[in-house]
Every structure is written in C-alpha cells, then in structure tokens.
C-alpha cells in the first residue's frame, strides 16, 4: 500500500543552528500536508499545513517546503532551540479528505 | 482553545476485559478518530466518525468498536482486550467535512497497558 515516510529517524543539531526534517509521500492524491510536533509524554501539537496549491508556507521559525514532483516535503526550523526537542511527524490526507496518515516520525535533538 | 480531553491517561487492564477509552472536544467538531501510537510503527488510524451515530473503519479495526452517540464525546471500546493492544492511544477532532484545510487537534493520549 501506499505510505508516508522519513528519510532520518533521528537528527541532533546544535543550539542555534537550522534544522531540516524530511519527508517522502507516495500518494500522489494527497493534497494536503501536515506537519506536527510531539513531544514525551503529551499528543501530536499542530506546526503547519500546506495544501498541494503551494509550494512553500512559512509560520513563526519554521518553513514548510512542498515539491509535489518528487513527492517530498520537508520541514525548516530557523534558531533551534532546545523547545524544539521532540519529534516530528509528516501527515498526508491522501486525497481521502477525511483522515490523515502519518509517517514514523524524526526524533529532533538540540544539544547546547 | 480547542480542548480534546481523554479522560484516562493511564490505565493497566487484565486480558479478556472490556475497556472503554473516552474522549471528548469542547469546539463542536464534526470529525472525530482514535489513532494508537507504537514506537516505530508511528499513528495508525483506528475509527473515525464524521457525524453523530456516524463511523468509519480506519487501517487496523481489528479488536475495537466505537460509539459516539453525542457530537462531543467519541469512545473507544476493546471488547475484550488482549496483551498487543497495549499501547498509547490518542484521540482527535477537527471541523467541517474532512480534514483538507481543517487542523485536526489531538489529546494528550491514554497509555493502555494489558496484562
């Protein structure tokens, strides 16, 4: 079937730097992507969404990158922060509308 | 805010018992699922509903049902629980008719344990 996917299961980056978590999607139905945040203990915590019409969404630190081509998607944090620490799931609707699917997630590590 | 709240976080349950996991949203969405969460397989939709009395199987049904019999309270039950249904379970909601565009909001998850 059909699968969302990471290329990295896990990145450590230091205090400061950028970071950039990847994601590949297979479904080339999908239209809408999300990315989310969770950290230990406590429920995926929305980031950012995109829709297939957008190539590029930006929010506060953190830019989302969509190139449907290649069916990849990636997630830029600008002046990581140890906060950041936790990890990142990539979610895909899978032209369904009515459910995600999530991929395995990136634990992101900032050391100081 | 959007409040989804699961109202046990942490629940160990004997093989063979009926379980019943609740959740409820404060913002009257329409959607609502149950995803369980394991280490490395990441969320795996359970059941959703997109409307009152309303279900829909999601990718690994198996061994659980779902009740929503009010707008704002979704249930999942384990009608007789087994040792590999132990896992996190997280329930969530969003607004309007799918989720395209519509932010689907996740509680803090219930740690099942079945021994």
């Known amino acids: 079937g059909e699968s969302v996917g990471l290329h990295l299961p896990t990145l450590s980056v230091q205090e400061g730097d950028n970071s950039i978590i990847n994601c590949a999607y297979s479904?080339?139905?999908?239209?809408?992507f999300i990315w989310y945040k969770q950290e230990s203990g406590k429920g995926p915590q929305f980031i950012i969404d995109?829709?297939?019409?957008?190539d590029k969404r930006q929010g506060q630190r953190v830019t989302v990158l969509l190139n449907k081509t290649v069916k990849h998607l990636s997630l830029q944090i600008a002046a990581t922060q140890p906060g950041d620490s936790a990890v990142y799931f990539c979610?895909?609707?899978?032209?369904?509308?009515?459910?995600?699917?999530f991929g395995k997630g990136t634990s992101l590590l900032v050391t100081p | 805010d959007v409040k989804v709240t699961q109202s046990s976080r942490y629940l160990v349950k004997r093989t063979g018992e009926k379980v019943f996991l609740e959740c409820v949203q404060d913002?009257?969405?329409?959607?609502m699922f149950w995803y369980r969460q394991d280490p490395g397989l990441g969320l795996r939709l359970i059941y959703f509903?997109?409307?009152?009395?309303?279900?829909e199987k999601g990718d690994i049904p198996e061994g659980y049902s779902v009740s929503r019999e009010k707008k704002e309270r979704f249930s999942l039950i384990l009608e007789s629980a087994s040792t590999n249904q132990t896992s996190m379970y997280l329930c969530?909601?969003?607004?309007?008719?799918?989720?395209?565009?519509?932010?689907?909001?996740f509680g803090e998850g219930s740690w099942l344990t079945v021994v």
């Open positions: 509903s997109y409307d009152v009395k309303m279900k």
């Open positions: 995109i829709r297939s019409n957008m």
């Open positions: 969530a909601s969003s607004v309007g008719q799918g989720v395209n565009g519509n932010t689907i909001y």
């Open positions: 479904n080339s139905a999908s239209d809408y």
């Open positions: 913002m009257d969405h329409e959607n």
């Open positions: 979610a895909e609707n899978g032209g369904s509308g009515y459910a995600l699917n």
